[in-house]
């Protein structure tokens, strides 16, 4: 299993921008798929996940600005994420939790780099 995240970049306060991250490999079963982040300094955090029947849930300081989506079809999750603010600068990773047959194992995506300047 391999995920490849995607649409990071620079972006100025107040703007929006879109990730995504595939999944590929063996045909598995996909349950629990998220981002986190990391800014320089800090632990990676939880920003938003999304499990397999469409619950998500939200880090405090991305509420009613983000919004975690999953395309179950296409085995990619996406965050919009809008009103950036410079805080919300970190290399964002994604993360997959799988199952097959009785195993199962989580993944992490490569990041991507969201840059918000003020």
């Known amino acids: 299993v391999q995920l490849q995240a995607s649409g990071g970049g620079l972006v100025q306060a107040g703007g929006s921008l879109r990730l995504s991250c595939a999944v590929s490999?063996?045909?598995?079963?996909?349950?629990?798929m998220g981002w986190y982040r990391q800014a320089p300094g800090k632990q990676r955090e939880l920003v938003a996940d999304?499990?397999?029947?469409?619950?998500?849930d939200y880090a405090n300081s991305v509420k009613g600005r983000f919004t975690i989506s999953r395309d179950n079809a296409k085995n990619t999750v996406y965050l919009q994420m809008n009103s950036l603010k410079p805080d919300d600068t970190a290399v964002y990773y994604c993360n997959v939790d799988w199952s097959y047959d009785d195993y199962g194992s989580s993944e992490w995506g490569q990041g991507t780099l969201v840059t918000v300047s003020s």
């Open positions: 490999g063996r045909p598995v079963n996909i349950n629990v």
């Open positions: 999304i499990t397999s029947s469409g619950s998500t």
